[in-house]
C-alpha cells in the first residue's frame, strides 16, 4: 500500500471515531435532560414550603393566635349597661365593631342603626344583629359572633373584714371568689379564713363557703367558685376564744385551726405558779345556745367561743 492510501485510510478512521463520540455524547445529553429537567423545581418546592412554615404572619399562626387570644364566652350571660362587646361578622370585617352598651342597653351599629342588646343573653344578642342585617338586605346569610370583652353591669357585694368593702363589678367572665377578694384588698388582720358566697344559681338561692387557705396555699382551685351578678361575698372575723383564770396573759386569742386545750393555754402564756392542770373548766353553747359546762384533757380540741378557765391550786 502506497502513503497516499494509507494516508487516506488514516483520516477515514479518524472520520468515523470522531462521529461515533459525537453521537454518544449526543446520547447522552438526551438522557440527562430529563433528569436534571424533573430535578430542578423540587429545591424550589421544598423552599417554598419551608418559607410557609417559617412565615410568622400565616394563616396557620394567626388563626392559633387569634383562638388563644379569645376570651371566654358565657351563653347564659345577659348583657348590660357598660359591657364591652366585640361584634365579628364572617366574611365581611367592615361590620366588625368593638362598642361600649350605652346606660339604655344599646349600641349603634353601622348599616343598621341603633340595636337594644342590653337584657339579652350573647347568643341572642347575636341573633338580632344577624336578623338585622338579613331584613335590611346587607348581608345575605350573617354569621354573627360576640365576644365578651370586658363585663361592667354585673356587680359582686364585698363586705365584712377587707381593706375595702363596697361593690365591684366582675371584669372578666370566670372571675373566681378569690380574685374578687384580691380586688377589695385581701383580708384585714383578724379576718376569717372563710369566705360566705350568697347568691343564686339556676333560679335557686345558695349559700357556700370558700376556705382560702385551701384554695391559694393548696391551690385547689376547684373550691373557688366562679361569681355571677347580685352575689354577696362576706368575710367574719376570726373565730376567738378566751381564757382566764391562772394563766399569764388571760384575755381574748384567736382559735387557729386544730388548736388543742394545750396550745390555747400556751397561746395565753402558759399557767402561772399558782396554777393546775387539774380541774380545768371549758364554758361552750350548745347547738341550742345553751350553755354547758365541760372539764377537757390537754389534747381536746377547742371550739369557736370556748371560754377555758385554768383555777388556782390548793397547794
Known sequence: MTR????????????VSIALGGAASAQGTRNNAPAAKSARPAPVEQTSRAATAAAPGSTTTQAAAAQSAVPPKADAYVLGAGDVIRI??????DLS???????????TYPLVGNLNLGGLSVPAAEQRIARALRDG????????????????????????????PGRYPIDQVGS???????????????ASDLVTLTGTRNGRPVKMEIDLPAVLQAGKTELDPTVQNGDILHIDRAPQIYVYGEVQKPGVSRLERGMTVMQAIAQSGGI??????????????DPSGQTVVVHPKMNDPVERDDVIYVKESLF
Open 97 to 107: 365593631l368593638e362598642t361600649r352598651l350605652a346606660e339604655n342597653g344599646q349600641i
Open 176 to 190: 373566681r371568689v378569690s380574685e374578687m377578694i384580691a380586688a377589695a384588698g385581701g383580708p384585714v388582720p383578724g
Open 272 to 285: 402561772t405558779q399558782r396554777g393546775t392542770e387539774r380541774g380545768l373548766r371549758i364554758h361552750r353553747r
Open 137 to 164: 338586605k346587607f348581608v345575605l346569610n350573617p354569621q354573627v359572633n360576640i365576644l365578651l370583652m370586658t363585663i361592667r353591669s354585673a356587680q359582686v357585694s364585698i363586705l365584712g373584714q377587707v381593706n375595702k
Open 4 to 15: 497516499t492510501a494509507m494516508r487516506h485510510v488514516l483520516q477515514l478512521l479518524l472520520l
Open 88 to 93: 365579628n361578622v364572617f366574611q365581611n370585617p
